[in-house]
């Protein structure tokens, strides 16, 4: 029962480096999103995907970027880090629809130095 | 644009104590309302929700009523225990918001300390 499931778990980035924070999910929904959260501004959505092929911009994507090329995966790409970007990345996932659940992975701590 | 307002903490309580976050929204349309909790070090978990006018979700012992009148879902409890500390995040998704899809607004999270 694997759910959501965030790779890595933890991460040191120099700034300019760029990297990959893998997302996958089991439950075969169609609907993922990266989350950041910071202290003190709750969770900010970065972008997010309705199904394969299909992408958009959430509250906050400038400097990351994504794909969505199967229903199980969804890859957020930090291009070039900056420290603005340390932070706690969150993917989730759900059923199409406002009122289904959402289920979250266990967060992804990257630091920027 | 819509967005969450949720009282700001932290909240300590001792043991068996009540509690209440309060939750307020701005939203167009028809939200589904969410109260999400994140024990230390881990993701979210969904702990209660409701999706229309008057509804009430309850999981735990925990409860929250979607008050459409005073736009307001606010947290309860009748009697913490020291393994309800966490940080309690109040949330909605709307039509007009991505929220048909999914995408959800959160407010800034009340981290909750219990005390035995």
């Known amino acids: 029962n694997a759910g959501v499931t965030q790779t890595p778990k933890f991460q040191v980035l120099k700034t300019g480096q760029s990297m990959t924070l893998q997302c996958a999910q089991d439950?075969?929904?169609?609907?993922m999103s990266w989350y950041r959260q910071d202290p003190g501004m709750g969770l900010r959505l970065i972008h997010y995907?309705?199904?394969?092929?299909?992408?958009d911009q959430g509250e906050v994507p400038n400097g990351y970027n994504v794909s969505r090329s199967t229903t199980e995966d969804f890859p957020l790409r930090l291009l070039s880090a900056a420290p603005s970007q340390t932070s706690v990345y969150f993917c989730?996932?759900?059923?199409?629809?406002?009122?289904?659940?959402?289920?979250f992975g266990e967060g992804s701590w990257l630091t920027v130095v | 644009g819509d967005s969450v307002t949720q009282m700001e903490g932290p909240v300590t309580l001792s043991e068996e104590a009540f509690l209440t976050i309060n939750c307020t929204y701005t939203a167009t349309g028809y939200p589904s309302l969410f109260w999400y909790v994140q024990y230390p070090g881990e993701g979210l978990q969904l702990l209660l929700k409701a999706t229309k006018a008057d509804d009430k979700g309850s999981n735990k012992g925990f409860e929250a009523t979607y008050r459409k009148e005073t736009t307001s879902f606010h947290l309860e409890k009748g009697s913490v225990q020291v393994s309800d500390s966490a940080v309690y995040f109040c949330?909605?998704?709307?039509?007009?918001?991505?929220?048909?899809?999914?995408?959800?607004?959160f407010g800034k999270g009340t981290k909750l300390s219990v005390k035995p």
């Open positions: 439950m075969n929904h169609e609907y």
């Open positions: 995907s309705v199904g394969a092929g299909i992408t």
């Open positions: 949330a909605l998704s709307s039509p007009g918001n991505g929220g048909s899809q999914g995408n959800l607004i």
């Open positions: 989730a996932s759900s059923l199409l629809g406002s009122g289904n659940t959402i289920y």
